[in-house]
Nanobody, 122 residues
Framework: QVQLVESGGGLVQAGASLRLSCVTSELTFNKYAMGWFRQAPGKEREVVAAVNWSGRVTNYADAVKGRFTVGRDNARDTVYLQMNNLKPEDTAVYYC???????????????WGQGTQVTVSS
């Protein structure tokens, strides 16, 4: 059974950094693009970043460009999200997901993790 498990969330102050990890199992990891999404309270889930199977192609939401970096380690079946200069508006549950295509479209993602909470205080 395919599993995606996120970790690395927490409570930080504005301006701090966090690194989220998403470890996958039972997934042919290097055949999948990976995405990070987030959902804030009372809001719809939105894309944060996506990375293609090799890690060479990335895509970011405008709100996080220049602050967040997505990367992957295919040898470890893991995708990362480095988040710098965090802002209170980044507070959300962050999810990783796997897709056969590199896309920002949530409907194209087949497998999802359970999420990790990120809270940024002002």
């Amino acid at each position: 059974q395919v599993q995606l498990v996120e970790s690395g969330g927490g409570l930080v102050q504005a301006g701090a950094s966090l690194r989220l990890s998403c470890v996958t199992s039972e997934l042919t990891f290097n055949k999948y693009a990976m995405g990070w999404f987030r959902q804030a309270p009372g809001k719809e889930r939105e894309v944060v970043a996506a990375v293609n199977w090799s890690g060479r192609v990335t895509n970011y939401a405008d709100a996080v460009k220049g602050r967040f970096t997505v990367g992957r380690d295919n040898a470890r079946d893991t995708v990362y999200l480095q988040m710098n200069n965090l802002k209170p508006e980044d507070t959300a549950v962050y999810y990783c997901a796997a897709s056969m295509v590199t896309t920002r479209e949530q409907s194209q993602y087949t497998y999802w993790g359970q999420g990790t909470q990120v809270t940024v205080s002002s």
